[in-house]
């Protein structure tokens, strides 16, 4: 049973975890902030996995249940209990089509809680894939669930785009284990996190790989597609990495950043998008995860990966509105912690670490990272939405002309004038 195994091999490495950290903060070289040693503690402390008699209701309860069980019908409490809940893949999803051999086998995908970033690490008959690596504060975590996991090789890294909050953890997954092929959509880039990923690569002498639209590669049994970036575009969110992975009868789509000018390219290309878990794209932005995008998806399962209280404002109601409206079972890294989802092939079986008593579909109430200082500053007004921006943000660049009015005064004055600040620029 899996839990009892993930139970085992936490308390076996519980006590060596802070050890192992001391060397992982000396060999990130600068990756780990100095408070790292401390968060991983609570991080692993607070690691509650289901009690195996648990498990065993469960799997019994679905031995009962018949193949016309769609994920869709799950009872939505289980969206936020702790715990294992499990399905079978729709026997009329489209995905069907893309059916792998999977001989008995299993993958496992974790949506590593990474806080306000993204990490996913996919397990299949002894292979191994990890999908960004969180922001370079999760290096601690993202080097401990490699060790906790026995992970020595990774057959594939992929940093779906260079933003620290996808490859920042990633030169401590190279310092925890070797790797096979490392894919990024660029080969340069001007950060921190980009070159200590770079450097650990050439130290392994592996070659940083920029994989075509359409390549394909095996995962052990699951089948993994190259479906974005069909084109280059100049934001780096755009030019994420899009991977669907396909396994028997289930499938997972990894998503990156990507957002709705990336998400329409691909819709273009008319590759087989259906899939029966999505990694939502960018944390849960309004400007990813369309309506177009969710109606080829067809997802059942949605997980976001965010921070809590994140100042961005992560997921957004739009987005949260668009996944509720279509029945999707949503689970969040913010709310839920490391969220496990294994399939055999046919059936979809999700584990939580933590319980959340809070509905997965309500926003996060966000506080100004900025409070008032009483002083004057420019903002930009929408007068259409009513929302006031910092003129940096990135939706006053999407903003209509004629929405578009400039300001200069104090927050306080807007906020009485019955302005509501950005979310995303929280300004
Ligand atoms: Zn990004
Ligand atoms: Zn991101």
Not at 153 to 171: E, R, S
Not at 306 to 318: I, K, Q, V
Not at 329 to 352: A, F, H, K, M, P
Request: with cysteine; net charge negative.
């Amino acid at each position: 049973m899996i839990s009892n195994w993930l139970k085992k091999r936490r308390s076996q490495w519980k006590h060596l975890i802070g050890m192992i950290l001391i060397f992982a903060l000396v060999l990130a070289a600068g990756c780990v902030k100095t408070d790292a040693t401390a968060e991983t503690s609570i991080h692993s402390d607070s690691v509650t996995v289901m009690e195996s008699s648990e498990t065993e209701t469960s799997e019994s309860q679905l031995t009962e249940s018949t193949t016309e069980t769609t994920m869709k019908e799950i009872p939505e409490s289980d969206t936020s209990a702790e715990g294992t809940s499990e399905t079978e893949s729709a026997a009329t999803d489209p995905s069907t089509d893309s059916t792998t051999d999977v001989s008995g086998g299993v993958l496992e995908v974790y949506f590593i809680d990474v806080g306000q970033g993204d990490a996913s690490l996919l397990c299949c008959d002894g292979h191994y894939m990890l999908i960004d690596g969180g922001p370079p504060e999760s290096s601690d975590v993202i080097f401990a669930f490699l060790r906790e996991h026995d992970i020595e090789k990774l057959d594939y890294i992929v940093a779906t785009h260079p933003d620290a909050d996808h490859i920042g953890g990633l030169a401590a997954a190279l310092e925890a284990s070797e790797v096979g092929r490392a894919f990024c959509p660029v080969l340069k880039y001007d950060n921190y996190s980009f070159q200590a990923f770079s450097d650990r690569l050439v130290r392994q002498q592996v070659e940083l790989e920029t994989p075509s639209c359409g390549m394909v590669f095996e995962l052990g049994s699951a089948h993994c597609t190259v479906i974005g970036p069909t084109e280059e575009s100049e934001k780096t969110n755009n030019n994420s990495i899009v991977i669907r992975v396909a396994f028997g009868n289930t499938s997972f789509l990894f998503t990156g950043d990507a957002e709705g000018v990336e998400e329409d390219s691909i819709l273009k290309s008319g590759c087989d998008l259906a899939s029966d878990v999505l990694k939502v794209s960018h944390h849960g932005s309004e400007y990813a995860t369309t309506d177009a995008w969710l109606e080829e998806v067809k997802p059942s399962i949605a997980v976001i990966s965010c921070g809590m209280d994140n100042s961005y404002g992560f997921p957004t109601a739009p987005v949260l509105k668009r996944l509720q409206q279509r029945g999707v079972t949503l689970y969040r890294t913010d709310l839920q912690g490391d969220i496990l989802i294994r399939s055999d092939g046919v059936r979809l079986e999700v584990t939580t670490e933590k319980d959340t008593d809070q509905d997965v579909f309500t926003e996060p109430i966000l506080e100004p990272s900025v409070p008032d200082d009483g002083l004057e500053h420019d903002y930009v007004i929408n007068v259409r939405t009513g929302k006031f921006h910092n003129p940096d943000c990135d939706a006053v660049s999407k903003m209509d002309e004629k929405n578009k009015q400039e300001y200069h005064g104090t927050r306080n004055s807007l906020i009485e004038e019955g302005y509501a600040p950005c979310k995303m620029c929280a300004p």
